[in-house]
């Protein structure tokens, strides 16, 4: 059989070397990566995302290397997207002061209108994201949500609070420079005592059954919206893929290959 070589390695980048692969049988190493779905009352293609990896990881990234508590301050980068809008949802209803920062004016009022975040910006139109933040957090950020790396988490580090944590989930302003961005700012991670994390949701899948105790109530009653941006047609999808880099998608971006 053969295998799919970029299962091991699905975030060092280089995107494009997976294009050309083409594959007729795959190796499962473990069933907690793909696992068969108990369909029940909640739209199918949700397993692809609030069901599926985006849940999981959000899930993960914030309870279990976040560690909330009630009235902490949140900051989430790609908030608008298939994670960064659970991890705002999950963290307003831990209690939290959520912002979020995302690239357009469609996506801020999003997420102030629809997934109750307390602030967004934009942050293509802030010229000095150090003084941004200081803006939203007076007394700092206890828990930075990383989906982006580069300059924003670099403004982000001079910003936190003493005992703040990060869970470094993605960068993906880096996944496509051939120079990538330094970070200057780390040793505020000494002197505010920040526990930076990185997580793989692979890690994780044990909980899963947990996280749909969590969160199917939630999505029933209404207290956890998801919002997906469907692209039709397998022809659709490299540009579907690109888009991801230029912010096009808003929300989980879907690719439907056929409809029942
Ligand atoms: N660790 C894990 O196990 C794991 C699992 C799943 C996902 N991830 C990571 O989590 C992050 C979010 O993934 P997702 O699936 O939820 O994607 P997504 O947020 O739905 O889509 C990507 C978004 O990133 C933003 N973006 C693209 N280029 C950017 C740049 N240069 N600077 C700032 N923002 C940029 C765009 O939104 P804007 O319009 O806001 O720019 C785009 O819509 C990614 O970094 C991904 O690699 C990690
Ligand atoms: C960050 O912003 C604050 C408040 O505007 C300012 O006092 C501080 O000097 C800035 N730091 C850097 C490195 O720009
Ligand atoms: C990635 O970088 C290459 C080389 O700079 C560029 O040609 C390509 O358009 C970029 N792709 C995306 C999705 O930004």
């Known amino acids: 059989m053969k295998r799919l070589k970029s299962m091991e390695r699905p975030y060092k980048g280089q995107m494009q070397q997976r294009c050309h692969i083409i594959q007729e049988y795959n190796l499962v190493p473990s069933t907690q990566i793909l696992f068969k779905i108990k369909h029940t009352d909640v739209p199918l293609s949700y397993y692809t ?13 914030f309870f279990e290397v976040g560690s909330p508590k009630k009235g902490e301050n ?3 980068s790609a908030a608008a997207g298939a994670v960064g809008q ?17 690239g357009s004016k469609e996506k801020v009022d999003l997420l102030k209108n629809k997934f109750g975040f307390d602030e967004a910006f934009n942050y293509k139109e802030e010229l000095d994201v150090n003084a941004t933040l200081k803006g939203y957090f007076p007394e700092g950020i206890d828990i930075y949500f990383e989906n982006v790396g580069g300059k924003t988490l670099d403004a982000v580090l001079l ?11 993605g960068m993906i302003s880096q996944y496509n420079l051939t120079q990538l961005d330094g970070v200057t700012n780390l040793a505020n991670l000494i002197f505010k005592r920040v526990k930076m994390e990185g997580l ?17 109530p939630h999505i ?20 579907a893929l690109v888009g991801l880099f230029s912010g096009r998608n808003v929300g989980k971006q879907v690719l439907v290959v056929a409809r029942e």
Not at 159 to 169: D, F, S
Not at 220 to 239: F, M, Q, S, W
């Open 86 to 102: 659970l991890v705002g949802q999950f963290a307003k209803l831990t209690g939290c002061y959520v912002v979020g920062s995302a």
């Open 159 to 169: 910003n936190m609070r003493v005992h703040g944590r990060i869970p470094v989930c």
């Open 49 to 61: 995302g609030i069901l599926g990896m985006a849940g999981m990881t959000a899930y993960a990234g």
């Open 220 to 239: 029933r009653e209404g207290k956890v919206l998801y919002v997906e941006d469907i692209a039709e047609g397998l022809e659709n999808g490299p540009a």
């Open 200 to 216: 793989l949701v692979n890690d994780f899948y044990h909980l899963y059954p947990k996280f749909l105790d969590f969160v199917l």
């Open 74 to 76: 949140v900051f989430i």
